[in-house]
């Protein structure tokens, strides 16, 4: 439970030390003391002081949160740990997050290489805060290595924390689109346009853009969030031209689960992004 101003002020003595001279000490000793378990004391103590809201203007007044980073980079896993809860703790504070925004590229690195659980949870539960408040790179965030990194610990985690997570879920399909896939569009749109045809050369060819957008909507009615999804809006580009005979990377990722759910996706042809867009989803349970 969350504390308050009076709340603190009744429990803390008369000639006690206030909390925000408390957590300036902790940072001092941090970078003073050159014992390993000392340091792990003040990095637990300030991860518990980023837990309440209250405490958050005290802990970036003291710097704190580049103890937290700086703790990301150490050898020591424990410190890792407490680096980054403290962080998924304090990222709802605006000026916290975008600080650590900044710090994406070091923040996702130890992720893609840890082999802590307890360090891949409080990232992935970081991870989804960020998505939410809209204080991220998605272009860091959501990069190849970091999503591998979602799906492979999905795959080997016997953690149920990890398993039950849905914080950047993703679906990837593999597609290759032929001539054939294009007439067949044709035939049941009634798009016909030259660029579509093989009066046009292959390196020039495009694949309908609304076939691109079936695609997706087939991961998402079908797979992720699944059947009884109902799309309720999107936004969408197309950037670079999609050819055929070329393999082709569709990926839908859930960003947010819920009754009213948010999905991004993206099509790539030899790693450039060729279609992209996000949507709201109603999902349904089977049964309604």
Not at 57 to 79: G, M
């Amino acid at each position: 439970m969350f504390s308050s101003h009076r709340t603190l002020k009744r429990r803390t003595p008369a000639q006690g030390i206030d909390r925000r001279e408390y957590i300036g000490h902790l940072v001092d000793e941090y970078y003073t003391t050159t014992n390993i378990e000392a340091q792990q004391q003040v990095t637990a103590n300030l991860a518990n002081f980023a837990y309440d809201p209250i405490n958050w203007s005290h802990l970036l007044e003291a710097d704190a949160l580049e103890v937290f980073l700086a703790s990301l980079e150490t050898q020591d896993q424990l410190l890792k740990v407490h680096g980054i809860a403290a962080l998924c703790n304090l990222c709802l504070d605006k000026t916290a997050a975008q600080l650590i925004r900044e710090q994406l590229k070091l923040i996702t690195g130890l992720f893609v290489r840890t082999d802590h659980p307890e360090i891949v949870l409080h990232s992935l539960a970081l991870f989804y805060q960020l998505l939410e408040i809209g204080e991220v790179d998605r272009d860091i965030l959501l990069s190849p290595s970091v999503l591998r990194t979602v799906q492979e610990w999905r795959l080997k985690a016997h953690d149920e924390r990890i398993l039950s997570s849905r914080a950047l879920q993703q679906v990837q399909v593999v597609k290759r689109f032929s001539q054939s896939d294009l007439e067949q569009f044709a035939q049941f749109t009634g798009d016909h346009n030259y660029i579509h045809s093989p009066e046009t050369p292959i390196g020039e060819r495009r694949v309908h853009g609304a076939l691109l957008n079936a695609v997706v909507a087939g991961i998402m009615g079908t797979q992720l969030p699944g059947p009884g999804t109902v799309v309720l809006e999107q936004n969408f580009k197309f950037l670079k031209p999609c050819r055929i005979e070329t393999d082709t990377l569709v990926t839908v990722r859930l960003l947010q689960s819920r009754k009213i759910s948010t999905v991004e996706y993206d099509i790539r042809q030899n790693d450039e992004v060729v279609f992209a867009g996000s949507a709201k989803l109603l999902t349904r349970n089977q049964k309604d």
